[in-house]
């Protein structure tokens, strides 16, 4: 084999190397945030109606509150991810009038199907390109996606706290 044919199989070899880790990468986090959407639909299903407006201290969001909070966020990390368009304004789900148990689950889950049907969207080396988040910290689309990733967590978390004060048994831990 000559030099020429030698170095193109190699180029070849690392990018198709490169490309399958980039798209198992890919394959990893969408999976993960529908492992999060199940496990998310688990915590709102356990708290009872009563306790969707219960508030832990007086400064302290409602049970509704946290996940549409969240919710906002997914929108918003979700759509600069990807470079789609959000379909609702900054901070629309938590303004939400209706914080009914129907209505704050079917608002969270839209959340969750957008974000999982941009990443969907999205190809491997958009995980690579960089973003700014909220006009200050520059990361890359996959960086925006964890960041994401970590304040639903964060914040479904929290409600754990909740459900109980509710007198309800939370979810079990739901890593895999």
Not at 39 to 63: I, N, Q, V
Not at 77 to 97: L, V, W
Request: glycine content about 6%; charged content about 25%.
């Amino acid at each position: 084999m000559n030099i020429k044919k030698t170095i193109t199989v190699l180029l070849l070899a690392v990018t198709t190397g490169f490309i399958t880790k980039a798209q198992s990468s890919l394959d990893d986090i969408l999976k993960e945030w529908e492992r999060a959407k199940v496990y998310t639909k688990e915590y709102l299903d356990a708290m009872p109606e009563a306790g969707y407006a219960l508030k832990p201290t007086p400064e302290m969001r409602s049970f509704a509150e946290q996940m549409l909070h969240f919710t906002d966020a997914n929108y918003a990390f979700g759509a600069a991810a990807s470079g789609t368009t959000s379909p609702i304004g900054r901070g629309d789900s938590e303004k939400a009038t209706d914080k009914s148990k129907e209505n704050v689950t079917k608002l969270v889950m839209a959340g969750y199907d957008f974000v999982i049907s941009s990443i969907k969207k999205m190809t491997p080396a958009q995980l690579n390109e960089t973003v700014k988040m909220f006009g200050r910290f520059e990361m890359t689309k996959g960086m925006a996606l964890a960041k994401c990733f970590e304040h639903q967590t964060h914040h479904r978390g929290q409600t754990t706290v909740y459900i109980r004060l509710a007198g309800a048994t939370p979810p079990q831990e739901k890593l895999f």
